[in-house]
């Protein structure tokens, strides 16, 4: 299995951005997709995640303002961030892990994409 993020850049404070995650594999709709960020100089912090149900999960520092997705038929997960705010810089990753009827935040996940660059500045 292989997934690739995309749809990172520069946003000013407030905005919003659509992170696309692109899967491939087989039998990727039976996964858990994990959404994953680390900023400059600290480690690395769940965001959020979906099962294969699916059920979402969010962390605190997150909710109400992202909302993540799939579509299984495009093999493709997606993290739309709104209320943008500079503590949200950081590389984001996606994950996907073939145990997808789990609570999805406690997944060691498997597949790690090579991240993309969300700069939140004015």
């Known amino acids: 299995v292989q997934v690739a993020e995309s749809g990172g850049g520069l946003v000013q404070p407030g905005g919003s951005l659509r992170l696309s995650c692109g899967a491939s594999?087989?039998?990727?709709?039976?996964?858990?997709f994990g959404w994953f960020r680390q900023a400059p100089g600290k480690a690395r912090e769940w965001v959020a995640c979906?099962?294969?149900?699916?059920?979402?999960y969010y962390a605190d520092s997150v909710k109400g303002r992202f909302s993540t997705s799939r579509d299984d038929a495009t093999s493709t997960v997606y993290l739309q961030m709104n209320s943008l705010k500079p503590e949200d810089t950081a590389v984001y990753y996606c994950a996907a892990d073939p145990y997808g009827s789990a609570a999805c935040p406690a997944l060691d996940y498997q597949y790690w994409g090579q991240g993309t660059v969300v700069a939140v500045s004015s």
């Open positions: 979906i099962n294969s149900a699916p059920r979402t």
């Open positions: 594999g087989s039998d990727l709709d039976y996964y858990a």
